[in-house]
């Protein structure tokens, strides 16, 4: 079955303790990226990938870092989360040419950083 | 920066009903207007994907038009089901900005039996 999927799908932490959230695909899709989604902001690109080593910020990378050293995975990466990064995050992927292609998103991963 | 605003913010409707969910953007060079369903807790499921030279597309009991000239799109539902019941957000690909994706803040649907 095509998919995108994230782990962990929920997880707490504390301030300061260095985290990584997985996100892997299955349907060969060259563009990935990270979005997170909170109440009255709607969702907002942090991060995205065009391939393999190749990573741009979105809207708001502050904070964040990713890797892409596998076409299939691209996981996000919060050095040291502070609690306005408590939220609900998506992966998505898709084809490369933007004009033909939707994006597939993940299940989600909802984060609180206490 | 390209805005993307979604009206009403939410919406009730009885079982049946036929019904319009509007999204503006303010610039017009998009490759493409995607719209999704969001079930509470879930991810996002795409619906429909129109094209940068396309007016419309249909799925079903969904139609989704674009007029890109005036910045808006719509998403027709017709005879609605309380399966319905969901957020549906809209998102544009600029072209200029290449690969980034701009999400509108949704419109909550309840349809009721």
């Known amino acids: 079955e095509a998919q995108v999927t994230q782990n962990p799908r929920y997880l707490i932490t504390v301030t300061g303790k260095k985290l990584t959230v997985t996100c892997s695909q299955n349907?060969?899709?060259?563009?990935m990226s990270w979005y997170r989604q909170d109440p009255g902001l709607g969702l907002r690109q942090i991060y995205y990938?065009?391939?393999?080593?190749?990573?741009d910020k979105g809207d708001v990378p502050e904070g964040y870092k990713v890797s892409r050293k596998e076409k299939r995975n691209f996981p996000l990466i919060l050095e040291s989360p502070s609690p306005n990064q408590t939220s609900l995050y998506f992966c998505?992927?898709?084809?490369?040419?933007?004009?033909?292609?939707?994006?597939?998103f993940g299940p989600g991963t909802r984060l609180t950083v206490l | 920066k390209q805005e993307v605003t979604q009206i009403p913010a939410a919406l009730s409707v009885p079982e049946g009903e036929n019904l319009v969910l509007n999204c503006s953007f303010t610039?017009?060079?998009?490759?493409?207007l995607q719209w999704f369903r969001q079930d509470p807790g879930k991810g996002l499921t795409s619906l429909l994907l129109?094209?940068?030279?396309?007016r419309e597309q249909t799925s079903g009991r969904l139609n989704a038009s674009l007029d890109k000239s005036s910045g808006r799109s719509t998403l027709y539902i017709a005879a609605s089901q309380p399966g319905d019941s969901a957020t549906y957000l809209c998102?544009?690909?600029?072209?200029?900005?290449?690969?980034?994706?701009?999400f509108g803040t949704g419109t909550s649907l309840t349809v009721i039996p």
């Open positions: 998505a992927s898709r084809r490369r040419e933007a004009y033909l292609y939707e994006q597939f």
């Open positions: 129109i094209q940068s030279s396309q």
């Open positions: 349907m060969n899709h060259e563009y």
């Open positions: 998102a544009v690909s600029p072209t200029h900005t290449g690969n980034q994706f701009y």
């Open positions: 990938s065009m391939n393999v080593e190749v990573t």
């Open positions: 610039d017009s060079a998009i490759y493409n």
